[in-house]
């Protein structure tokens, strides 16, 4: 699977950003689908999962009630709706695409995005 990620930008505190990441190449609906992100000097982390048919979401604490991922099977694509944006959300956001379900690991998403930058300002 190849996945394309778009739609950062930079945005003031408070503001909203809506990631989008296009896949290609193999069966996406087959495929359970996450949003990672990388802040400068942290460990990549896990924010949003989906599973393949969409019916189950994963967040962790941190972005809870703030972010929201969805897909369209039919699109190809995932989504990640960033509300209520705070600068600590500042990362390189990555889309990845797992075989094994809806999965909190990084090391169980075999395929990745090449990111994009999120800018949060204060």
């Known amino acids: 699977v190849q996945l394309q990620a778009s739609g950062g930008g930079l945005v003031r505190a408070g503001g909203s950003l809506r990631l989008s990441c296009a896949a290609s190449?193999?069966?996406?609906?087959?495929?359970?689908m996450g949003w990672f992100r990388q802040a400068p000097g942290k460990e990549r982390e896990l924010i949003a999962a989906?599973?393949?048919?969409?019916?189950?979401?994963y967040y962790p604490n941190s972005v809870k009630g703030r972010f929201a991922i969805s897909r369209d099977n039919a699109k190809n694509t995932v989504y990640l709706q960033m509300n209520s944006l705070k600068p600590e959300d500042t990362a390189l956001y990555y889309c990845?695409?797992?075989?094994?379900?809806?999965?909190?690991?990084?090391?169980?998403?075999?395929?990745w995005g090449q990111g994009t930058l999120v800018t949060v300002s204060s």
């Open positions: 990845a695409a797992s075989a094994l379900g809806l999965r909190t690991t990084r090391g169980s998403y075999d395929y």
């Open positions: 190449g193999r069966t996406f609906s087959n495929y359970a």
């Open positions: 989906i599973s393949s048919s969409g019916t189950s979401t």
